[in-house]
């Protein structure tokens, strides 16, 4: 009997990403008959999310839905490239097995030392605040909005004409009520209601990034299994992502109403506008990624990425 | 040489408390009045904690100030029972801090192995790490100067 | 069981005086034989821990109470408060009340020991205050620096259990209201009864306008620090680099009190308790690691909620275990370490994690002065140059008849703690 460690680095018990751990950890479980065991962690119980990405790179922790941080591998910036795909349809035909971005990102994890199943996406990202809103850059510069450290989330909401501080997760909702800052800039909108719903007032959906973790597994913990367990594993995983897949458009709306119910103002862009801001975001922020993650990905990125 | 050491410390505490306190208060300025945003201020604040963090234990170690629950060390007057239990203590400290030693160690071997680095300046993780490294090192080095002192004064009686 | 050998192991390393940061490594060293934990990650995650940008505000309000101390602006709060508690126990209203201003500006309690303490024990000799009592009474009041905002112990608490700082930090001000009082009328309680209290020649004294007047810049940090944390200036974390600022210009270009030298030891000192506690922090993370990737909080609580009948028991068996890690342990091994363990069995009980806090933080104040391991109250002794005896049964005292109740009323009526976050809507 094999026990395999499963966490998650955002997502408590309950949370649509803590659902999905439990809902893999089961399929696991029913498809070797109890052979492989699956213990659970979910949000901070193993700590931070550089923690528990180090944890799985160290094969401390076997399997994980993570967000992924660039600390070992600045290529992993590539899932925060600014309006790569701009609609569900085309994020979910390039995330997909088969698809653009799921090809370049099996070559990157595995020289992590990751074996790669498949995104377990969230929807697309937008700018959250209170008091007021933005739909033009010259109206952003009014506002004050936290990004997290990670290159290039800063930028592109700082391309989008916002001023931007970066500060810790764990004080971010005390900035925001204090008005420290104006609002919340990187989150999907389930974060930002499950979160900040009773401070802020406004979610503006500017959709720079197409959020979505990374179902993962340690390279050593995968080649430990039996070739027939393994063979469970990965089609669980591939279960929970064309699940996630499903519902994940549905679950987005369903918290927009949430949202709207909760008394916040959902913005959205018309799509001239969105094509404005991608057009303006790509040429500012593109050429600084080339800089950090090398003009390869860049094309490949530039070939496949939606057209404006 | 304990004066240089003690020089070069107290030094080293007085800069990294002047670059956490300066580049933390510029943050503030910064972003409440002058509306800048310096993306991995963060990061040089944080390169400035931890030296300080370490370079303060290692002045503890130095001075033997380390939070101590002393009753029994109040109990024990005797110079000769005390020498014997400073011995004691000392080589506990010396095992303990070896294994600080070891600890550290296998996070540099890991951190060559997998290099890491900051998100903004692309600072090496291996730098900040220097410091836990060091402390290890000068806290099982102090811990061996106490041992040879305490040994000393049961000698000497 | 192994948890318990730990736990048991710790204790006795602390006792026969090892170094409570070492005897934590010691514990870890066994946790990593016992359980075979890959090193390759472990000391990682030490550092991971203490690569937190809250944790910065430990070592800035460590400076800050330095600072306020080489800087004389405890001596100005205490000459001010001096002159306003007057009557009966007025001296030990005055202690209490410099300690709560004082703990207003800083978030710790030792440079409070060591300023007020060293400004006023001869102040109440000579008012027929024994110096045990003394002691005593600063160990108990120097922790209302950690219940009224900024406060380390809370910063801490907050970083472990991944809560809103600010909203940790404005649930300790009804606690803290509470226990400022108790102090104040238990201290007067005591007067006439277990020692008398004499008038003293004062002689010439200065007025109290220009008291006042000299005090109104070391009044007005309080002022500066809480109104830019709740007025949007700055975050609790940098609150603590603009507080040391802050006493830096006021010390500096007010008081004209510091020179290099004295700045140059004060920012030394600060530095060596920041190592010191930083250790204990070190090692504590990587045994909470350890703790939580063998699941022992999940199995607490299971026992917890199976021995508890009702919430009500659940909560008073948490609050049994806090006093007694207390006595057992130093203040911040009780944060850092005991006090998350049971957060997952207060949350089950319908505990709010910030009303936890509080009650948390109430808890603090009674370990750190409950002996064997009392580092408050064995340095109050040693400021106040009282024999640790002789502070024992008066700190036993003080506990049982003010902290103690201020715990019981903290855990059980929850509005005390969450009015003030629900109001400034921090929750
Ligand atoms: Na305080
Ligand atoms: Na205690």
């Not at chain 1, 930002?192 to 503006?204: H, W």
Request: hydrophobic letters at 55%; one cysteine or more.
């Amino acid at each position: 009997e094999t026990t395999l460690k499963l966490a998650t680095d955002s997502g408590a018990k309950g949370s649509p990403s803590g659902d999905a751990l439990d809902r893999w950890a089961a399929l696991i479980e029913e498809g070797t008959n109890g052979e492989v065991q699956v213990d659970v962690f979910y949000q901070n119980e193993l700590g931070s999310q550089a923690e528990v990405f180090d944890l799985l790179i160290a094969g401390d922790v076997d399997m994980m839905i993570n967000w992924p941080i660039t600390a070992y591998d600045e290529r992993l910036g590539v899932l925060f490239t600014p309006y790569m795909v701009t609609s569900w349809e085309e994020a979910l035909e390039a995330y997909k097995p088969g698809g653009w971005v799921n090809e370049m990102l099996v070559g990157i994890y595995a020289d992590l030392g990751l074996k790669f199943f498949g995104p377990w996406p969230e929807g697309f990202n937008g700018i959250a605040s209170k008091g007021k809103y933005a739909m033009t850059v010259e109206e952003a510069a009014d506002l004050k909005i936290r990004v997290p450290a990670m290159f290039p989330m800063a930028e592109s909401v700082q391309a989008l004409g916002y001023q931007t501080a970066t500060i810790d997760w764990s004080e971010v909702f005390t900035a925001i009520q204090t008005g420290v800052v104006d609002g919340d800039g990187a989150n999907i909108i389930y974060w930002d209601y499950e979160y900040f719903r009773d401070t802020l007032d406004y979610y503006n959906q500017t959709k720079q990034q197409f959020v979505t973790g990374i179902m993962t597994m340690n390279a050593g913990s995968w080649e430990g299994l039996s070739p027939e367990q393994q063979e469970v594993v990965a089609n669980a995983a591939v279960t929970v992502m064309e699940e996630a897949f499903r519902d994940a458009r549905a679950r987005d709306e369903g918290y927009i109403e949430l949202a709207k119910k909760a008394g916040m103002t959902y913005l959205e862009p018309s799509d001239e506008e969105l094509r404005g801001m991608a057009e303006s975001v790509r040429a500012q922020v593109w050429p600084l990624m080339e800089e950090r993650i090398g003009s390869e990905i860049m094309d490949t990125i530039r070939a496949n990425a939606s057209k404006l | 040489m304990g004066g240089i050491i003690a020089r070069v410390l107290d030094t080293l505490a007085v800069i990294s408390t002047v670059a956490v306190t300066g580049l933390m208060m510029f943050l503030v300025i910064a972003r409440y009045v002058l509306g800048l945003s310096v993306v991995g201020l963060l990061e040089l604040i944080m390169l400035a904690a931890v030296a300080l963090y370490m370079t303060g234990a290692l002045i503890a170690s130095r001075k033997r100030e380390h939070l101590t629950v002393d009753w029994l060390a109040g109990i024990i007057e005797a110079p000769g029972k005390k020498a014997t239990h400073d011995a004691l203590i000392a080589a506990l400290t010396l095992v303990v801090t070896g294994f600080f030693v070891v600890w550290a160690y296998w996070m540099f071997s890991w951190g060559l192995e997998r290099p890491q680095v900051t998100p903004a300046y692309r600072i090496p993780l291996i730098i900040p790490q220097l410091a836990i490294g060091m402390a290890a090192l000068g806290c099982f080095c102090y811990a061996l100067r106490d041992l040879i002192d305490a040994v000393k004064r049961m000698r000497a009686r | 069981m192994l948890g318990l050998f730990a736990l048991l192991l710790l204790m006795l390393l602390m006792a026969i005086g090892l170094p409570v940061a070492w005897s934590f490594a010691g514990v870890l060293a066994y946790l990593t034989i016992v359980y075979d934990v890959n090193l390759n990650t472990l000391m990682l995650q030490g550092f991971r821990s203490l690569n937190s940008v809250v944790l910065v505000a430990l070592p800035l309000f460590i400076l800050t109470g330095y600072l306020m101390q080489s800087g004389g602006i405890a001596r100005r709060i205490v000459d001010f408060v001096g002159r306003i508690a007057t009557g009966r126990g007025g001296m030990g209203t005055a202690m209490v009340l410099a300690s709560s201003i004082f703990g207003a500006i800083s978030g710790t309690a030792t440079a409070a020991i060591a300023s007020i303490g060293s400004i006023m024990t001869d102040p109440l000799v000579q008012r027929g205050y024994p110096r045990g009592r003394i002691a005593a009474l600063l160990g108990i009041s120097s922790l209302l620096g950690i219940l009224i905002p900024p406060s380390i112990t809370m910063i801490l608490f907050a970083v472990v259990t991944r809560q809103s700082v600010a909203a940790c930090f404005a649930a300790t001000i009804g606690p803290a209201a509470l226990l400022i009082v108790g102090l104040i009328l238990y201290n007067r309680f005591l007067v006439g009864r277990a020692f008398e209290e004499r008038d003293i020649d004062v002689g010439e004294r200065e007025g109290f306008g220009r008291v006042t007047v000299k005090a109104l810049p070391a009044l007005s940090l309080p002022l500066i620090i809480l109104g830019g944390i709740y007025g949007g200036v700055f975050t609790p974390t940098e609150a603590a680099a603009v507080a040391a600022v802050a006493a830096l210009i006021v010390g500096g270009l007010i008081y004209r009190e510091y020179t290099w030298r004295t700045l140059g030891r004060s920012v030394v000192q600060a530095a060596e308790t920041t190592g010191s506690i930083i250790l204990i922090l070190l090692f504590s993370f990587m045994i909470s690691r350890i703790m939580a990737f063998e699941r022992v909080p999940q199995d607490l609580t299971e026992a917890i909620q199976t021995i508890a009948s009702s919430p009500i028991s659940a909560l008073l068996i948490v609050n049994l275990v806090l006093i007694i890690a207390g006595a057992l342990m130093d203040d911040i091994s009780v944060t850092v370490v005991v006090a998350p363990l049971f957060l997952p069995v207060m949350v089950a009980n319908g505990v709010d994690p910030v009303h936890f806090a509080a009650i948390v933080a109430c808890s603090v104040v009674i370990g750190a002065n409950s002996p064997p391991v009392a580092p408050t109250l064995f340095l109050s002794c040693k400021i106040c140059r009282a024999p640790i005896l002789a502070a024992v049964a008066p700190a036993l005292g003080l506990i049982f008849f003010v902290a103690l109740p201020v715990m019981l009323v903290t855990t059980f009526w929850p509005a005390l703690s969450l009015a003030i976050p629900r109001a400034f809507g921090l929750m």
